[in-house]
């Protein structure tokens, strides 16, 4: 199974003023493109070339350190333009998620500073994230591509603290962004499709 490059699910204005069309262009069309491009000639490489990214994630972690990285961020990725909308962010979630948040991560304004202050302090590069795991919500935050699929978990948020996805915007202001996105960005009715798959 190739990796492909997916379209945005918005236009390249969409997200302005939170996101601009600049660092859309370079973030999905540069970065993300390499990412596929990478990781389907190192899949290829190491005979991974008909699995699936999640599985080519799994498989590659600790073993395969090129293909795991291009493959971690191409997953990433993919949804990552989905965990954005216009008119996103806020607190107004979906019901079964409100519930979720509640009862596993002490409401919203608390989610808001834990997941915040989470990205804020990941140094260098990598993500922040929400997951289900063992039937429970948590945040965590990971280096570079790696992300809660390879710790036993099933990420249903997650936001990028690499430099490229906010330095044109924000410039060395990470929790501004990182506000912006819980504040204005995130798309709820994905996070709870994600949610409720990781339920099942």
Avoid at 83 to 108: C, E, I, R, V
Avoid at 122 to 135: I, L, R, T
Avoid at 155 to 167: A, K, N, Q
Wanted: proline residues 4%; aromatic residues 14%; glycine residues 10%.
């Amino acid at each position: 199974m190739a990796f492909e490059l997916p379209a945005l699910p918005y236009d390249y204005e969409a997200l302005q003023p939170y996101m601009s069309k600049e660092t859309l262009e370079y973030h999905h069309d540069k970065h993300h493109k390499a990412y596929v491009d990478n990781g389907n000639k190192l899949a290829a490489e190491a005979g991974m070339g008909d699995l699936s990214v999640e599985e080519v994630v799994k498989q590659s972690f600790g073993k395969n350190a090129g293909l795991f990285n291009n493959a971690a961020q191409h997953y990433n990725h993919i949804h990552f333009w989905k965990w954005m909308k216009k008119g996103g962010g806020g607190n107004k979630l979906p019901g079964a998620l409100q519930k979720a948040f509640d009862s596993d991560l002490g409401g919203y304004d608390k989610f808001k500073a834990d997941f915040i202050a989470a990205g804020t302090t990941q140094f260098g590069s990598g993500w922040a994230w929400v997951s289900v795991k063992n039937g429970k919500l948590e945040i965590s935050k990971t280096p570079n591509g790696e992300n809660p699929l390879v710790h036993g978990g099933s990420p249903i948020l997650g936001v990028d603290v690499w430099e490229h996805s906010y330095y044109i915007d924000y410039r060395n202001a990470r929790p501004k962004y990182l506000e912006a996105f819980v504040d204005s960005l995130i798309n709820w009715d994905h996070v709870l499709e994600l949610y409720e798959k990781a339920k099942g």
